[in-house]
């Protein structure tokens, strides 16, 4: 070989295991579907907020039943429901929400609100709500924004990722009443299966990935960033997979107990204390039954407590 030419030095391929090759390629499905579009139109929406938008507009139709609503109040009520957690996750965080920075998310919020509402023939509302197996697909696709929400907000994901629903039942705006109304939503009554796994999964991203280096381990040593929102997507869809698949009603009921064990905290708690050490020490004395002037719930005076009389003048 002539000595001007110099030597091209040929790197030996890094073996890697089957393991890791197949969730390099799951991975790269996950971080590229956040720019799916969707498919024959002239210009770019996003694909999952459709499918995200249709899911929750069938729902929607699905408790109105046989009533019929003003579309307006229609309108609103599924937008609460479609970018509601988006909103208050980040006017919390004290920015704008993300649909707002461009056209591609309401285009497609109006189109699957068409497509369920105004569609001759009501085909992709009957496609939808009477197959149950285009419903659990409908569940994966959106296990993928469910990973995107919790994977880019952090412990604000679990509000992104399920403040939707919690937003629209706090409104009333579910479809079964034309009358908004507020109330305690039922998903705080008794937490469903997208708020504990909106929760868990946010908890169990923030020790994946350490990103204030709170604990022992730097940031990011367990996992890549990118490895991390990965896994917080397969979760979604294990959970989704047992509870669908094996009829498992509350994949998170061991968990639960768990940390109410750890924790000393049951599902329920409040009421009237029973007698134990605190009455043995100090005797039981006199329960105060009302609040104090400058408390949180305050100014109840004591309901024993009589009006005094007027004096009677002559």
Same mark, same amino acid.
């Given at each position: 070989? @002539? &000595?001007? %030419?110099?030597?091209?030095?040929?790197?030996? !391929?890094?073996? %890697?295991?089957?393991?890791?090759?197949? *969730?390099?390629?799951?991975?790269?499905?996950?971080?590229?579907?956040?720019?799916? @579009?969707?498919?024959?139109? !002239?210009?770019h929406?996003?694909? $999952?907020? $459709?499918?995200?938008?249709?899911?929750?507009?069938?729902?929607?139709?699905?408790?109105?039943?046989k009533?019929?609503?003003?579309?307006?109040? /229609?309108?609103?009520?599924?937008?609460?429901?479609?970018?509601?957690?988006?909103?208050?996750?980040?006017?919390?965080l004290?920015?704008? !929400?993300?649909?707002?920075?461009? $056209?591609?998310?309401?285009? @497609?919020?109006?189109?699957?609100?068409?497509?369920? *509402?105004?569609? !001759?023939g =009501?085909?992709?509302?009957?496609?939808?709500? %009477?197959?149950?197996? /285009?419903?659990?697909?409908f569940?994966?696709?959106?296990?993928?924004?469910?990973?995107?929400?919790?994977?880019?907000?952090?412990?604000?994901? +679990?509000?992104?990722?399920?403040?939707?629903?919690?937003?629209? =039942? &706090?409104?009333?705006?579910?479809?079964?009443?034309?009358?908004?109304? *507020?109330?305690? #939503? #039922?998903?705080?009554?008794? #937490?469903?299966?997208?708020? %504990?796994?909106?929760? *868990?999964?946010?908890?169990v991203?923030?020790l994946?990935? =350490?990103?204030?280096?709170?604990?022992?381990?730097?940031?990011?040593? $367990?996992?890549?960033?990118?490895? +991390?929102?990965?896994c917080?997507?397969?979760? &979604?869809?294990? /959970?989704?997979?047992?509870?669908?698949?094996?009829?498992?009603? =509350?994949?998170?009921? &061991?968990?639960?107990?768990?940390?109410g064990?750890?924790?000393?905290c #049951?599902?329920?708690?409040?009421? @009237?204390?029973?007698?134990?050490?605190?009455?043995?020490?100090?005797?039981?004395?006199e329960?105060?039954?009302?609040?104090?002037?400058?408390?949180?719930?305050?100014?109840?005076?004591?309901?024993?407590?009589?009006?005094?009389?007027?004096?009677?003048?002559?």
């Amino acid at each position: 070989m @002539a &000595w001007w %030419r110099k030597t091209v030095k040929i790197e030996e !391929p890094v073996s %890697r295991n089957m393991m890791m090759a197949s *969730f390099d390629s799951i991975q790269d499905v996950f971080l590229q579907s956040e720019s799916w @579009a969707i498919p024959l139109l !002239p210009f770019h929406s996003s694909f $999952l907020d $459709l499918i995200l938008a249709l899911d929750t507009c069938a729902s929607y139709r699905r408790h109105m039943g046989k009533a019929k609503h003003p579309w307006l109040q /229609v309108l609103i009520s599924c937008a609460v429901g479609t970018f509601g957690g988006t909103t208050v996750a980040a006017l919390f965080l004290g920015q704008p !929400p993300g649909w707002m920075g461009s $056209l591609s998310s309401p285009f @497609a919020f109006l189109l699957a609100f068409w497509l369920i *509402f105004c569609c !001759p023939g =009501n085909v992709p509302y009957k496609f939808i709500t %009477r197959h149950r197996s /285009v419903e659990l697909v409908f569940g994966y696709i959106n296990s993928f924004s469910c990973g995107h929400a919790t994977s880019s907000w952090g412990a604000d994901g +679990a509000l992104k990722s399920c403040g939707g629903g919690i937003l629209a =039942n &706090w409104l009333g705006m579910i479809g079964k009443s034309s009358d908004w109304m *507020f109330g305690t #939503p #039922p998903v705080l009554k008794g #937490p469903s299966m997208t708020v %504990r796994t909106a929760f *868990f999964t946010s908890c169990v991203y923030y020790l994946l990935r =350490n990103p204030h280096e709170f604990l022992p381990y730097g940031k990011d040593a $367990l996992l890549t960033h990118d490895q +991390a929102r990965t896994c917080i997507w397969l979760l &979604w869809v294990f /959970v989704l997979s047992v509870h669908e698949l094996l009829k498992v009603e =509350n994949p998170w009921e &061991w968990l639960t107990r768990l940390v109410g064990v750890c924790f000393l905290c #049951p599902d329920e708690i409040g009421g @009237a204390p029973e007698d134990g050490v605190y009455e043995m020490v100090f005797g039981k004395g006199e329960k105060v039954t009302h609040d104090a002037a400058l408390s949180g719930f305050g100014f109840d005076k004591k309901d024993d407590e009589k009006k005094k009389p007027s004096k009677k003048t002559d």
